[in-house]
């Protein structure tokens, strides 16, 4: 019935005397048959219907006070195909009129299918849809998800809150020539018909609709706000009002991290100033048939409110383009203009106001618990300081250190499940991983704790969310490095990998590079949701990337040895190995380095990867056997018997030796004449190369060619030894000295002449 009267209020002041009441035609519908909307296609031909009688009623002849109420069923059935829940119920009546004669004009310039093409409920039903957009357009007929008409089928709460916008950008196109009745020029007949009536639509296609949907929006917010003193976020409705307050804001310029948060303080301090200055009427804010002119060129493009700063200024970019928006100017000096406004009193008459909005977002939580906990505080608490009450301060200071250990605890928790599983269950393994993204959610969290439950409002709520949103981004990069070491361990547990090969150490290293690389990704990303001059960062990293490359020679020329070494393969871990003096096993080839461990000294050596890159490498573990070459000295007096004798018998030790490999049989040669001696020469190769085992045979061999020997009589030629001693009865060395040039000393002489003679 409300509805019902402010049409015909409506009609009554604003519609001037046209034509003759007597010549009306009935249109065949009881007055209050409603809209027929059981169907996407009975609401779209109901629409389009309805408009048309409209039409006719406009052309037919003035529309006096007593006409208004055989016009009121045309216009209360246009309204039934609408959803108009989104909008304040003051202004249904006359915005719906606005949207449906906008959305008329776009049905009768789009080509429609036939009714058999549009789905019918029962198909809907077994398909689970719940709407239909028309072909190649964004118009939605969809059901309401709740009240009283849940059942039927209207034209969607975001197609009417569009509908301006969708006519300018169909306004220049032409009107169909075929399939459903068109009504042309049906907009601009109704406006000239109203033309003394402004239009409040409630849309963002102009500023003066703009501006009306914030103030009425922030009215309805205030008006939940005065029974509980708080509103209950995880109410549809009331998530509802605030999403269409801050759709009136360009926030494109606020940081992502805090976007919304900013956006409410931009839009509490607005409503702030907006209250408690002067607003001219509303037929002087620039409506919708105020945007283009009559061949559809813009022709306003900003909209200043009278003697102030803010502004309402079309979108020119993105996916709000041709919207009218509180410029993000605006959004980033409502604080200031609000607190150079806040002294002033609320103004009279007019719009509206929410008295006391700042105050109540400053202190009201979102949790119903705290606000009656804090309700029953002492005085004390509620004082502020720095932007805080007290009992923010108390909660932060506990809430942070909490928050912080519970962190660490979980990120300790995680390695150490990661460490013990690894060997065990490669599944568990896995789902170690789950542990470190509990602890990366953990300051998330605690950045809704504090807005939620600690009320934390401007810049105390910036600096925390910061904080938080960057405590998260660098355990986010932990967690890249954490994936690819556990993807590296996951690769070298296949079986066609062994866990100490070069390839082993190959996919760690690949591995880490990329997850590095990963991280640097997440970081570059996460800059600039949290605002980083990114730009700048990297401009400066061409002029210190210079500086960083001179100071990283090392560490570069390390890497190319490393990847040198890694695609070479001279070495694996575990074997053995002879490079610049060291002999030792490989325990780890590393990034920079490579750790050799002493095969007697048990010294753990780390030799730069570009050293070994360069140097000569002798890989004794992967030799197939072990070479051994000896001399056997015999005196020169032993018979020619004897020598072919020592021959035989080291042939016969030799023979058929342990791992003797066909390939390569016992050398025994007798090779020299020597001064002093015979020379008997042995070579051979033992097999496996084990050194210990080697040794050992080395030993039998060397012992049974002892005890042969003494056996057959056969001596060893020892080397020839000169001995020299002093005639007198000193004791200790023997003082020689030589002459030098010019020295006439006669007991040198003498002294030489005794050692020769003794010699």
Partial sequence: MKRLNSVVFFFVLSVPLLTDVHS?????????????????????????????????????????????????????????????????????????????????????????????????????????????????????????????????????????RRAPQFYRLVRTLPYRTSGREVSPGLYDSYIAATKRTVTQTSDTSSPRGTLTLFLDSTNEVYEMTRGPHLIDRSDIAAQGLVDRVLSCLDTSQLPEYAREHYAAEAAVCLKEVLDRIPLPPAEEIPGIESIDTSSGVEKLERWQVPNTQVSIARIQEGPRRGEFLFTSGTIARAPD?????????????????????????????????????????PFWSQNRYFGMAVWQWIGLLIATPIGLALMFAVFRLGRWQGERSRDRSLFRYWLGVAIPVVAILIPLEFKRFTWDYLTLRGTP???????????????????????????????????????????????????????????????????????????????????GGLAVALSAQGLVKGLFGTVTILMDKPFRVGERVVVNGHDGFVEEIGLRSTKVRGILDNNLVSIPNDLLAESEIENIGRRSHIRRTADIHIPLDTPFEKVERALAIVREVLEDHEGMDPAFPPRVYFTDF??????????????????????????????????????????????????????????????????????????????????????
């Fill in 24 to 160: 009306q035609e009935p249109t065949g519908f009881h007055p209050l048959e409603p809209s027929d909307t059981s169907t996407p296609a009975a609401t779209l031909n109901s629409l389009i219907r309805a408009c048309n009688e409209l039409d006719q009623l406009i052309e037919i002849g003035p529309v006096t006070e007593e006409r208004a109420d055989e016009i009121l069923p045309t216009t209360e059935r246009i309204l039934d195909c609408l959803d108009l829940s989104k909008l304040p119920e003051e202004l249904r009546s006359t915005a719906g009129i606005h949207a449906a004669l906008f959305l008329k004009e776009v049905l009768d310039r789009t080509p429609l299918p036939a009714d058999e093409e549009i789905p019918t409920p029962s198909e809907a039903d077994v398909t689970e849809t719940l709407g239909w957009w028309i072909p190649k357009t964004r118009v939605l007929i969809a059901r309401p998800q709740e009240g009283p008409r849940q059942n039927e089928y209207l034209f969607s709460p975001e197609t009417v």
């Fill in 337 to 377: 203009l609000y607190k150079k406004l806040a002294s002033q009193p609320y103004r009279e008459g007019g719009r509206p106001v929410s008295k006391g909005l700042h105050n109540w977002w400053l202190s009201s939580p979102g949790n119903p618990a705290v606000a009656r906990l804090v309700d029953r505080l």
């Fill in 461 to 543: 709520f910036y600096v925390v969310g910061f904080c938080a949103e960057l405590v998260a981004l660098l355990g986010l990069m932990g967690l890249m490095v954490v994936l690819s070491n556990r993807i590296a361990e996951t690769l070298i547990a296949l079986p066609q990998v062994s866990s100490g090969s070069l390839d082993a150490n190959l996919i760690r290293i690949v591995c880490r590079v990329l997850g590095i690389a990963a991280a640097s990704v997440v970081f570059l990303e996460g800059g600039k949701i949290l605002g980083f001059p990114l730009s700048t960062l990297i401009a400066s990293a061409g002029i």
């Fill in 674 to 759: 020597n001064p002093e001696s015979f020379n008997l020469r042995f070579d051979y190769w033992f097999t496996p190369p084990d050194l210990w085992k080697h040794h050992a045979f080395a030993e039998r061999v060397n012992l049974k060619i002892f005890r042969s020997f003494e056996e057959e009589g056969i001596q060893f030629s020892l080397p020839q030894r000169i001995s020299y001693w002093k005639t007198d009865d000193q004791q200790g060395p023997m003082e020689i000295s030589v002459r030098r040039d010019g020295d006439t000393s006669g007991e040198q002489s003498r002294r030489l002449a005794d050692l020769a003679r003794d010699s």
